[in-house]
């Protein structure tokens, strides 16, 4: 199994404050990125990683930011967390192949966050 | 951009049955990945396929790229096959389905 740990698992909190995940790898792998999942939606990209300190949005990246000052750690934060960022979120991670092609996708075990 | 459809959207066999699931696209990719979602809410890496045929074990994968399809067979199904599959492509984005949530009874 890849090398991937999400912190914290379970988090339950009030609108207006701010939230940290962390996403921590193992496997040196260049791209990681955070998803959000909802019922009805499946999985939809937040923002992505390609190197240290290199990030770029997704298609749902408004009110989250992430930061990567280390291959290993992918941080998402929420600012000011609201009710519709009650979600799971889900690290993954993926190396680089030739011609810049994403290779294969592993998951984190997820982060379970209330927002109340 | 790309479309990925799956199907069928829901499937609810036997144990001991055997299942196909079904993941077209809409364009060429660079690759296609077969992920399951156990009731637990792990997503689990079951083939990394851009082309060809792939076994392990009870599973197993086939990408016809030429045709745009991908196919996930499982054989002599289990209770602890139930959750969703997904298939993802990607052509520099990695584009989801919206996935075969799969059901199996004892």
């Known amino acids: 199994d890849a090398g991937i740990t999400q912190s914290p698992r379970h988090k339950v909190t009030e609108t207006g404050t701010p939230v940290t995940l962390r996403c921590h790898q193992t496997e040196n792998h260049r791209y990681m990125y955070w998803y959000r999942q909802d019922p009805g939606h499946g999985l939809r990209l937040i923002h992505y990683?390609?190197?240290?300190?290199?990030?770029d949005k997704g298609e749902v990246s408004d009110g989250y930011s992430v930061s990567r000052s280390k291959t290993e750690d992918f941080l998402l934060t929420l600012e000011s967390a609201t009710s519709s960022q009650t979600s799971v979120y889900f690290c993954?991670?993926?190396?680089?192949?030739?011609?810049?092609?994403?290779?294969?996708?592993?998951f984190g075990e997820g982060s379970r966050l209330t927002v109340l | 951009g790309i479309q990925v459809e799956q199907s069928p959207p829901d499937l609810i066999l036997q144990e001991g049955a055997n299942s196909t699931l079904r993941c077209n696209f809409s364009?060429?990719?660079?690759?296609l990945q077969w992920f399951h979602q156990n009731p637990w809410g792990q997503l689990i890496n079951l083939f990394y396929?851009?082309?060809?045929?792939k076994q392990n074990g009870r599973l197993s994968a086939t990408t016809v790229a030429t045709e745009r399809y991908s196919l996930l067979y499982i054989s002599s199904s289990q209770t602890t096959d139930s959750g969703v599959y997904f298939c993802?492509?990607?052509?520099?984005?990695?584009?989801w389905g919206a996935g075969t949530k799969l059901i199996i009874k004892p």
């Open positions: 993954a991670i993926s190396d680089s192949l030739a011609g810049g092609i994403t290779g294969e996708l592993f």
């Open positions: 396929i851009p082309s060809g045929t």
């Open positions: 990683s390609y190197g240290v300190k290199d990030t």
């Open positions: 364009d060429s990719v660079n690759n």
């Open positions: 993802a492509v990607t052509n520099y984005q990695l584009i």
